[in-house]
């Protein structure tokens, strides 16, 4: 059997003009809200969490809101949980520096990363660079490790980006406490209403990168699932809410936007590290095409007619769609047994 080119063309029409007719969704894109970011009125232990950001017990309340009052407004709810192994390159004292020591005035860490052959985010591998190229970094403006551990110095990069430095390229790690460890605080508040049908991603599961944002790496080289997982339940509106909104919301809101999303932030179900980053990393998104709204825009919304369609409408859509739909169907099968022919 053969198959003609201009099966495939009409083949290929006719996916797109169904696609076009398939049910477009949305998902409540939940941020790292996770005890390891919150105060401890609402921890599970009660203590604050090991990178606690601020007003964060006001947050879970609103949150639980949006989901018990909102609900039909998502199709699905993804909860990204940022969960660190041990020695992580992003807690300063696995380089002997202090947490938030890129706020002292020399920025972030320099790194020299790779890609990995394996293309798995789990492989991917950043290493100091004063690790790779001591020569190529000044400490006296740039900010260096203090100390040098085998622990660091396993990181495939430290030998890769020394043997070929063309393999490498070059980005910086902000320094943070210890913080969500895999045997941690990494849960998330037993107070923050869940379902065990919500979607879960992990990130900044490898010990030599880190990830900002739910879809890849802080490489940028490497996606995480999300992408294929909400392509896979046809959502293109991503309602973004969580922890920080200048840090892992602000990076998984451009990356959802560069992937194709609708991208919708709701600002006051987020909660922010510092100010300025906060209305920098607001300003950005908005810029770049996200809209910004308040929890009281989501309240006045509407359900979607899809879930509580008037029975006129309904079936206008069932007998617009179904009939579409069969002729599809008829005319791909006389095609489908025309190239068996040929
Ligand atoms: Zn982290």
Redesign the pocket.
């Known amino acids: 059997m053969k198959t003609s080119g201009a099966a495939y063309t009409f083949l290929a029409i006719a996916a797109r003009f169904y696609g076009a007719y398939a049910a477009e969704k949305s998902a409540l894109l939940m941020i790292d809200v996770q005890n390891c970011f919150c105060e401890g009125n609402v921890t599970s232990t009660g203590e604050d969490g090991s990178l606690s950001v601020e007003d964060t017990a006001s947050l879970i309340p609103v949150l639980n809101e949006l989901r018990e009052e909102k609900a039909c407004l998502f199709d699905s709810v993804v909860r990204s949980q ?1 969960f ?1 192994p041990s020695n992580h390159i ?1 807690f300063g004292p696995t380089h002997g520096l202090d947490p938030f020591s890129h706020l002292a005035g020399k920025g972030e860490l320099p790194l020299r990363c790779v890609s990995p052959a394996s293309g798995l985010m789990m492989d991917a591998s950043c290493c100091p660079t004063y690790h790779v190229d001591p020569s190529s970094i000044d400490c006296e403006t740039q900010l260096c490790p203090a100390t040098t551990t085998d622990a660091v110095l396993e990181a495939p990069a430290c030998t890769i980006c020394q043997e070929t430095p063309e393999e490498c390229f070059d980005t910086t790690q902000a320094m ?1 406490t210890n ?2 460890l895999q045997d941690g605080d990494s849960d998330f508040p037993s107070m923050l209403n869940t379902l065990s049908t919500d979607v879960i991603v992990q990130k ?1 599961t490898g010990t030599f990168v ?1 990830a900002y944002s739910a879809f890849f790496d802080n490489t940028q080289r490497l996606k995480s699932e999300l992408d294929n997982t909400l392509q896979n339940m046809d959502v293109t509106t991503l309602y973004v809410v969580g922890i920080a909104t200048d840090y892992c919301v602000y990076y998984s809101a451009l990356d959802a936007l560069k992937l194709g999303y609708k991208v919708v932030v709701i600002e006051d179900a987020t909660r922010g590290i510092a100010p300025e980053t906060v209305e920098a990393a607001l300003v950005d998104m908005a810029e770049k095409g996200a809209a910004i709204v308040n929890v009281a825009d989501i309240m006045a919304m509407e359900c979607p007619a899809k879930e509580v369609p008037s029975p006129a409408s309904s079936s206008a859509i069932t007998v617009g769609i179904g009939s579409h739909n069969s002729i599809l169907v008829a005319v791909g099968f006389v095609l489908l047994a025309a190239c068996v022919m040929m």
């Open positions: 940022d660190h992003s943070w913080h969500c900044g880190d």
